[in-house]
């Protein structure tokens, strides 16, 4: 067991090596280690992965006829229902669920996903974290040994990957961070008691998270430890709460872009233009709703390959998030492209009839993990009723499931709310073809959130 965690731990070190000068190489090595990894994982998936045996073998292609990662786009476009209907279509014969991590993406499209893991893509993604870490961590004044505060809907998903990064691997004693995690949806006034009794030097959440608690904290004028540095994921930092961080309280900011599909997907550098793509790791394109490339320098879908995970291949993915890339290249010298920052939504909290705000993946938590649904939409009609249209596992009551997701809101939410349910088969798409999860009818405020 100790020589297998050493043997992880020498594999780390050996990836880790070179990651915070990646982004400056010269584009032709970067190119090179792109065709590497993609020859890799096409030859791994057409030996191993139905969807893509059939796929290929169906259009009379083999590994040796990608040249390049414009190429897949020769494979056809999938999408997510694809995925969360029939997963073990993605999955690889030749890894054993024993040998992987299964991560559950949020469904913050509105269909939450199981994507499996091999260790090599678990070790990798750790090493490559040296990309979005490296504006960082000169910030900070150490690469090891501080302290990061995580506030995050799902804890124990996010507790699940470093413990299984510390069961599996060995980690020196003074190589480590100090990481505490907080839910987001505990009352702001506690969560800033208990940053600041932590004191972190670094703070990771979501985009718009921040923002609301900015805005709590000068709005109750309560003291606070402004980290050293600010990073955040899964969707957009507001510009006003950017402007106030980086002019004002002069706190550096930093997007790192995540998917479960895709880790280390890109991250901000200190000119704050966009992110900084690996696209040697997971490159992408731009894709009209039809499927076709956006025109140049125009927003679209974003289509993700990752070249890294063997365990869930997934090879021309619409991720659902919508971004545009930059023609122009960075004043920083950094090599990779740049991608626009994805775009958020001016809705992600609901408006509680106290006035308080919570964010809505505590309201799509109660949806997808107490109920059995396979997606969920949530509309907020006033600040004490939602809708729900919600596609079932199986057969069952939507007045009873009405009344039990009202009782779990009411409780977690501290309000007195009513739900009403529709079963449907789908959930109801935008005119852009979206599914979001969540959305409101209800004048939002700067107040305060649950």
Aim: net charge positive; charged share 20%; proline share 8%.
């Amino acid at each position: 067991m100790l020589f297998r965690r050493l043997y992880w731990a020498a594999y780390i070190a050996s990836h880790l090596r070179g990651q915070r000068r990646w982004a400056f190489l010269p584009p032709d090595v970067i190119r090179r280690a792109q065709l590497r990894r993609l020859r890799r994982i096409l030859a791994h998936a057409f030996c191993h992965v139905p969807h893509y045996q059939e796929a290929m073998r169906r259009r009379g292609l083999t590994p040796a006829d990608f040249r390049t990662v414009d190429d897949l786009a020769r494979l056809p476009l999938i999408e997510r229902d694809q995925v969360q209907s029939d997963p073990e279509r993605f999955y690889s014969r030749a890894i054993p669920d024993s040998q992987c991590l299964t991560l559950t993406t949020s469904g913050s499209c509105g269909i939450p996903i199981r994507i499996r893991l091999d260790l090599p893509a678990v070790f990798q993604s750790a090493a490559h974290t040296g990309r979005e870490r490296a504006n960082v961590t000169p910030l900070l004044g150490r690469e090891f040994g501080y302290r990061e505060a995580m506030i995050v809907p799902n804890v124990a998903q996010t507790t699940l990957v470093l413990d299984f990064c510390h069961k599996h691997a060995w980690f020196p004693p003074g190589r480590r961070v100090q990481r505490r995690t907080y839910r987001i949806d505990a009352p702001l006034d506690h969560t800033v008691a208990a940053l600041n009794d932590f004191k972190p030097d670094l703070l990771f959440s979501y985009g718009s998270y921040i923002g609301l608690l900015l805005a709590h904290v000068r709005a109750a004028g309560a003291p606070f430890h402004a980290p050293r540095a600010l990073t955040y994921s899964a969707d957009t930092l507001p510009l006003p709460v950017r402007r106030l961080l980086l002019e004002e309280l002069c706190i550096p900011v930093f997007a790192w872009y995540r998917a479960v599909e895709a880790f280390n997907m890109g991250q901000e550098c200190d000119h704050h233009r966009g992110i900084h793509l690996n696209d040697d790791l997971h490159p992408l394109r731009l894709v009209d709703a039809e499927g076709r490339p956006a025109p140049k320098g125009e927003a679209g879908d974003v289509v993700v390959s990752n070249l890294v995970n063997r365990a869930t291949v997934l090879l021309n993915y619409r991720l659902g998030d919508r971004a545009a890339l930059l023609p122009e290249p960075c004043s920083c010298g950094r090599s990779l492209p740049l991608l626009s920052f994805p775009p958020g939504r001016g809705d992600d909290f609901a408006v509680l009839p106290s006035g308080d705000l919570a964010h809505y993946t505590t309201i799509h938590d109660e949806l997808l993990h107490g109920e059995p649904v396979w997606a969920a939409q949530a509309v907020q009609v006033s600040p004490s009723h939602f809708d729900v249209v919600a596609v079932p596992r199986e057969c069952c009551d939507p007045s009873a499931m009405a009344a039990r997701l009202a009782q779990r809101l009411s409780h977690r939410l501290r309000a007195n709310l009513t739900v009403s349910v529709t079963l449907a088969d789908s959930l109801p798409r935008t005119p852009g073809g979206k599914c979001p999860v969540f959305l409101s009818k209800v004048h939002r405020p700067i107040q305060s959130a649950r």
